[in-house]
T-cell receptor, first 113, second 115 residues
Framework: DAKTTQPTSMDCAEGRAANLPCNHS???????VYWYRQIHSQGPQYIIH???NNETNEMASLIITEDRKSSTLILPHATLRDTAVYYC??????????????FGAGTQVVVTP | DTAVSQTPKYLVTQMGNDKSIKCEQN?????MYWYKQDSKKFLKIMFS???????INETVPNRFSPKSPDKAHLNLHINSLELGDSAVYFC??????????????FGSGTRLTVV
């Protein structure tokens, strides 16, 4: 699975949009981009995933560049409860990748009042 | 209703002891996993079972033995505990080993401390 690069940390004001970047320049055509987050002392939580097209759900939006070498997770109106470590993960769906979510260091997002 | 539940939440034990962590999911998923999060906060896959069959076994010491009595349960037994086993262990489940389209659901973790 391709590697990802994320900023170590970022701050966001409550009520503002939080834009979390992720670089995955070695992504291959059949690999998806997944986002998870881990709130302190809890298990990771699935947020969203996508292949080529932009995706939106009740939690966030995922914008993937046309060349798929990078993506941005958007939390439209950050709240204090969004303070967490956010993980960008690239993973294929072949049998070689089955089950193997490879977590990196992630981005520590702190939402401030 | 808790989707993926682990017991115990905290476990403090002495070196050399044998302990088990239990995991149950009520989501109807057929694939379950054990992940380990060490002191540096990195999450690493340890094992995965699909319909009670072991499909992933990463380079984990033989002292760690997973057991899946049915597809809703995946337990982790650890023999001869060592200081380095101290970590938070997360159980997870997904619909199918790829988890495509649904993501993984994680439990709240078991913090194991070996003294």
């Amino acid at each position: 699975d391709a590697k990802t690069t994320q900023p170590t940390s970022m701050d966001c004001a409550e009520g503002r949009a939080a834009n979390l970047p992720c670089n995955h320049s070695t992504i291959s055509g059949n690999e998806y981009v997944y986002w998870y987050r881990q709130i302190h002392s809890q298990g990771p939580q699935y947020i969203i995933h996508g292949l080529k097209n932009n995706e939106t759900n009740e939690m966030a939006s995922l914008i993937i560049t046309e060349d798929r070498k990078s993506s941005t997770l958007i939390l439209p109106h950050a709240t204090l409860r969004d303070t967490a470590v956010y993980y960008c993960i690239v993973r294929g769906l072949t049998t070689d990748s089955w089950g193997k979510l490879q977590f990196g260091a992630g981005t520590q997002v702190v939402v401030t009042p | 209703d808790t989707a993926v539940s682990q017991t115990p939440k905290y476990l403090v034990t002495q070196m050399g002891n044998d302990k088990s962590i239990k995991c149950e999911q009520n989501l109807g998923h057929d694939t379950m996993y054990w992940y380990k999060q060490d002191s540096k906060k990195f999450l690493k896959i340890m094992f995965s079972y699909n319909n009670k069959e072991l499909i992933i076994n990463e380079t984990v010491p033989n002292r760690f033995s997973p057991k899946s009595p049915d597809k809703a349960h995946l337990n982790l037994h650890i023999n001869s505990l060592e200081l380095g086993d101290s970590a938070v262990y997360f159980c997870a489940s997904s619909q199918g080993p790829g988890g495509a389209g649904y993501g993984y659901t994680f439990g709240s973790g078991t913090r194991l401390t070996v003294v």
